[in-house]
């Protein structure tokens, strides 16, 4: 039996976190984000023709939501889990009566809510320098919850991996980041060149971006069935990894 006062409150402790924060947690990538529609929208998105019949200021709504999403959602719950393993209290954590499915529920639960959160405030945001549709808004959602599930436990196991501060940032700063401006955020796979163009669908997260822009326009540059496939793929292996961790107590009793 799952205890759901123990969740409530470990997922609880993390939001009223993320609104102590609010200032960086929120408007930081907002302001990102109306700059990016600035630049690529309004200044370049001008002289750029329609892709796949979709105006660029539009088109590039899905990719700049994902580069929010990922980046805020694997910071948010890697800080979430080192936090505790920083100051000593995991330990309390560790000894009480709380199992790993209400730990786990608590910590993702919370960083999968403050992913939504940022993502209507994205998409508000977004409304107000372009008319973007959604023509599958029940699969927009189902895909945009799977992927904040994926990297909050993604997030957690760097939380658990990270030593220091420098390492609980060099992934999201140095990888993810990169990855999610070169998977495709800005522009279709199919305007590069031989070879880059398939060279490009090694980086997974064109599949991300590929399957959120489905949802959104019903076209993309990946059959959408593949990026669900991937999404999974990717959220059952963090899965495990994080009941390796509990399992074996690595980095969390040492």
């Known amino acids: 039996m799952i205890n759901w006062r123990s ?4 997922y609880t402790r993390e939001l009223l976190r993320f609104l102590r924060t609010a200032f960086q947690s929120v408007l930081a990538p907002v302001l990102t984000t109306a700059l990016y529609f600035v630049v690529f929208g309004a200044a370049i998105g001008g002289r750029m023709p329609d892709l796949n019949g979709v105006d660029y200021g539009a088109f590039i709504v ?11 959602t694997t910071s948010n719950s890697s800080f979430g889990i080192y936090m505790p393993r920083f100051t000593g209290t995991i330990y309390e954590l560790l000894s009480a009566p709380v199992g790993v499915a209400e730990t786990l529920i608590g910590f993702v639960g919370a960083a999968m ?8 405030i994205i998409l508000v945001t977004a409304r107000i320098f372009v008319d973007y549709s959604i023509a599958h808004p029940l699969l927009a959602l189902i895909y945009i919850m799977l992927v904040a599930a994926a990297f909050s436990l993604f997030g957690f196991i760097l939380g658990i991996w990270a030593d220091n501060f420098e390492k609980l940032g060099i992934i999201p700063m140095l990888f993810l980041t990169p990855l999610t401006f070169l998977g495709g955020t800005f522009y279709s796979i199919e305007m590069l060149p031989k070879p880059w163009d398939t060279i ?5 997260i064109v599949y991300l971006v590929s399957g959120l822009r489905w949802t959104f326009y019903g076209s993309a540059d990946v059959d959408i069935r593949i990026s669900f496939a991937i999404t999974l793929g990717f959220l059952a ?7 390796y961790i509990f399992k074996t107590g690595w980095r969390l009793r040492a």
Request: glycine fraction near 6%; hydrophobic fraction near 65%; proline fraction near 6%.
């Open 7 to 10: 969740t409530w409150s470990i």
């Open 62 to 72: 899905p990719g700049l939501l994902m580069l929010t999403l990922l980046g805020e």
């Open 113 to 120: 809510t403050k992913s939504l959160i940022l993502a209507a």
């Open 200 to 204: 490009a669908l090694a980086n997974p």
């Open 237 to 243: 292996i963090c899965v495990a990894i994080v009941a």
